[in-house]
């Protein structure tokens, strides 16, 4: 059996080049990752926000779970 050092050599540098590229690429998608997510998940809205959510003692509160949920799916929030 032969083994060609040229086709070694040439395998290693795909491999390589291969490498480089794949960790070049996850660095690129981790930094657009890190600039399209907001820095704090948790804070206070700021702004025009409106609190999602005011529990009431209403009698019909199947009603306005159903109709929670259904603007829920709607809006897809």
Do not use: N
Request: with cysteine.
């Amino acid at each position: 059996m032969i083994i060609s050092l040229r086709k070694c050599l040439s395998s290693l540098k795909f491999l390589l080049v291969f490498m480089a590229l794949t960790y070049t690429l996850y660095q690129l998608f981790s930094l657009i990752g890190a600039w399209i997510t907001p820095v704090d998940h948790y804070r206070i809205p700021e702004g025009h926000a409106v609190k999602a959510f005011q529990p009431s003692d209403k009698a019909k509160t199947g009603e306005m779970m159903g109709d929670r949920l259904r603007f829920f799916y709607w809006y897809g929030e």
